[in-house]
């Protein structure tokens, strides 16, 4: 008879096959990957243009385009943007890529819808620390620009058509396609997207160089407060850098997943929050940890001393072969578990591509996670996890 007492073994994933995608190019130059899998009649594909012309007087112009893109073109209203079957919808895509007109109504109805969601989110406390956060450690770059009112009031037709025309071309464009894609749909593709488009204004792709800042202590008091947000962490190194995979299993063993130091302390042992958490992000020109909570205002210096008390833990004691076991096995899972479909084969392939990485990538990555070391992560976390260095947002009270 089972015995339901006793926990099943840990099998290890010894090995993890990725759909590696098919390269090849539209007649005029657009590349293309294709993760061709799957048995339903089903596809993804996805136009992909790279960020240009950022103006930090303008931070909302690509947001704009993005959101509005599909809102009427010279020959097609919003109501007809919409269909489900591949030979139907590729001329409607190639109309919105080369023939949106963003219509003065629709801009209106968008600076007010998002000017109203703003001024709801702005009384959000989780919401105004992962923005506070975000500007402090990015500056007004187009990942930390502190949006408010009056970017959407200065939102204008002419400056959203024209950063259409220049990011929206097929210098910049690449495409990947997932699913069932065979010899009839790339040629089908080629047909609509491989010939001339009508964008071709010049850009400049967008550079950013953040360099790393001192540590500091952003406290916005809301008189009327519950709870506090707590946003915290600092910039730090991307999927490029060697150490990353390194970096992943002590975040993961810090606040990475359920059975993490900081759910085990502050959730489960102290009561102070519903869920805490710690990541890292890798982004195109930077990285960064952060650790993000909300607590009972009357225990968030508590809080704050309980999350730097594990850091530190981290950085001095060695990791037992039990717990280290535990976050091998869930990072190793996790990886094999989010590879059930072409989709999520393909995302995989874009973390690696547009990071210039290859799929070596993801070897070393799962070697790192099944050898690393006591000794190695608290090297790991002192290089990186230094708490005078990170920038501590609270907002409400503490």
Not at 62 to 74: E, F, H, Q
Not at 297 to 326: D, H, M, P, Q, R
Not at 327 to 338: A, D, F, I, P, T
């Amino acid at each position: 008879m089972l015995n339901r007492t006793i926990a099943p073994d840990f099998i290890q994933v010894n090995e993890i096959n990725f759909i590696k995608p098919k390269a090849q190019q539209l007649d005029n130059g657009i590349k293309v990957f294709t993760v061709n899998a799957g048995q339903q009649e089903l596809v993804r594909i996805e136009f992909i243009f790279q960020n240009v012309n950022y103006d930090q007087n303008k931070p909302l112009q690509a947001v704009s385009v993005n959101s509005l893109i599909n809102n009427g073109t010279k020959k097609l209203s919003a109501k007809q943007i919409a269909n489900k079957h591949l030979v139907s919808v590729l001329p409607i895509i190639w109309s919105i890529l080369n023939e949106s007109i963003f219509p003065q109504q629709e801009l209106d109805i968008f600076i007010q819808n998002q000017k109203q969601k703003l001024k709801v989110n702005l009384q959000k406390n989780d919401f105004l620390a992962r923005k506070t956060f975000a500007n402090t450690i990015f500056g007004e770059t187009a990942y930390g620009s502190d949006i408010s009112m009056a970017h959407y009031d200065d939102l204008k037709r002419d400056d959203l058509l024209a950063y259409f025309k220049a990011a929206f071309k097929p210098e910049n464009c690449t495409i990947i396609a997932a699913g069932k894609f065979e010899a009839k749909e790339f040629d089908l593709l080629n047909q609509f997207f491989g010939k001339s488009w009508e964008n071709h204004n010049v850009s400049v792709a967008n550079e950013f160089n953040h360099l790393p800042i001192a540590g500091s202590d952003v406290y916005i008091e809301k008189a009327e407060a519950v709870q506090s947000a707590i946003r915290m962490g600092n910039l730090t190194i991307n999927r490029k850098h060697e150490d990353f995979a390194k970096l992943q299993i002590v975040n993961t063993l810090l606040g990475g997943y359920f059975g993490s130091r900081l759910m085990a302390n502050i959730r489960e042992d102290k009561g102070y929050t519903y869920g805490i958490g710690s990541g890292i992000a890798s982004l195109r020109h930077a990285g960064y940890f952060f650790i993000a909570t909300e607590v009972g205002t009357e225990v968030c210096v508590s809080a704050l001393e309980e999350i730097e008390k594990e850091i530190n833990i981290l950085k001095t004691e060695l990791v037992v072969e039990e717990e280290l076991g535990l976050v091998r096995n869930y990072m190793l899972g996790s990886m094999l578990g989010s590879l059930e479909n072409a989709f999520s084969h393909a995302d995989k392939f874009k973390n690696i591509y547009f990071s210039d990485l290859d799929y070596d990538y993801y070897t070393k990555y799962i070697q790192t996670v099944k050898t690393i070391t006591p000794t190695e992560i608290i090297a790991t976390a002192n290089q990186y996890l230094d708490w005078n260095a990170m920038t501590k947002v609270v907002v409400g009270k503490k």
